[in-house]
T-cell receptor, first 118, second 114 residues
C-alpha cells in the first residue's frame, strides 16, 4: 500500500547534537512538507518542497535544515541551533496537479516522529 | 494571511449525543477548508474537505461540515457520538490555487463519555 514512512518513531537526543528524521513516500507525490506539533498549538510548518532539488522555509525554519535530492525522500535535520526541539514532527505529502486543483492541497501524513531532548 | 480559529480546546460529549466542533476562518475570498483527525501518537487523517460547489460536505465516519460564507465558519458535526470518535480534530485552511500551504487551527480534543 502507498503511504509515508517516518523513522524513527521515537528519538532521544542530548543537547548540542544534530539529529536527522527520515521521511519516505511511495505515493508519487511531488510536494512534501515538515510540520512541528506542540500541545495546544496545532501544526506549524517548518519547510516544504514542491519539486526535487527545491525547498522553501515555512513559518518556523530556524534551527532546521532539509534536502530534497529524490522525489521520494525529504529528510529533516534538527540542528543544535534549535532552542526547543522537543516536539512531535510530522511529514506530509501532496500531489501537484496544476493550478486550482484541490487535490494539490490535500495532505497525506506519516505517523510522526517524537523527539525528546535530554 | 490565512488563519483559522477553533473554539474550545476540549469538548466533552456523551456517547450518542451530537458532536459539534467549531471552526472559523479569516479570508477575503472563499478558501479551501479541511478537517483532519488525529488519534494519539499518530499522524493526521483527512475527514473531509470543502473546495467548491456543495456547501454541505460529507466525510468519513459519519462526520459532515457546512461552509457558511456569511459567518466565515466551517463547523464539524456528527449526529451521534461513538467512543471511537475520541481524538483530536484539526481545522485547516488554504488559499485556492496550486500548492498553497495549509494553515492549521490549534486543535480540539474530543472526549466521549460512556
Amino acid at each position: 500500500d502507498g503511504g509515508i514512512t517516518q523513522s524513527p518513531k521515537y528519538l532521544f537526543r542530548k543537547e548540542g547534537q544534530n539529529v536527522t528524521l527520515s521521511c519516505e513516500q511511495n505515493l508519487n507525490h511531488d510536494a512534501m512538507y515538515w510540520y512541528r506539533q506542540d500541545p495546544g498549538q496545532g501544526l506549524r510548518l517548518i519547510y516544504y518542497s514542491q519539486i526535487v532539488n527545491d525547498f522553501q522555509k515555512g513559518d518556523i525554519a530556524e534551527g532546521y535544515s532539509v534536502s530534497r535530492e529524490k522525489k521520494e525522500s525529504f529528510p529533516l535535520t534538527v540542528t543544535s541551533a534549535q532552542k526547543n526541539p522537543t516536539a512531535f514532527y510530522l511529514c506530509a505529502s501532496s500531489i501537484s496537479s496544476g493550478t486550482g486543483s484541490p487535490g494539490a492541497n490535500v495532505l497525506t501524513f506519516g505517523a510522526g516522529s517524537r523527539l525528546t531532548v535530554l | 494571511a490565512q488563519s483559522v480559529t477553533q473554539l474550545g480546546s476540549h469538548v466533552s460529549v456523551s456517547e450518542g449525543a451530537l458532536v459539534l466542533l467549531r471552526c472559523n476562518y479569516s479570508s477575503s475570498v472563499p478558501p479551501y477548508l479541511f478537517w483532519y483527525v488525529q488519534y494519539p501518537n499518530q499522524g493526521l487523517q483527512l475527514l473531509l474537505k470543502y473546495t467548491s460547489a456543495a456547501t454541505l460536505v460529507k466525510g468519513i465516519n459519519g462526520f459532515e461540515a457546512e461552509f457558511k460564507k456569511s459567518e466565515t465558519s466551517f463547523h464539524l458535526t456528527k449526529p451521534s457520538a461513538h467512543m471511537s470518535d475520541a481524538a483530536e480534530y484539526f481545522c485547516a485552511v488554504s488559499d485556492r490555487g496550486y500548492g498553497n500551504k495549509l494553515v492549521f487551527g490549534a486543535g480540539t480534543i474530543l472526549r466521549v463519555k460512556s
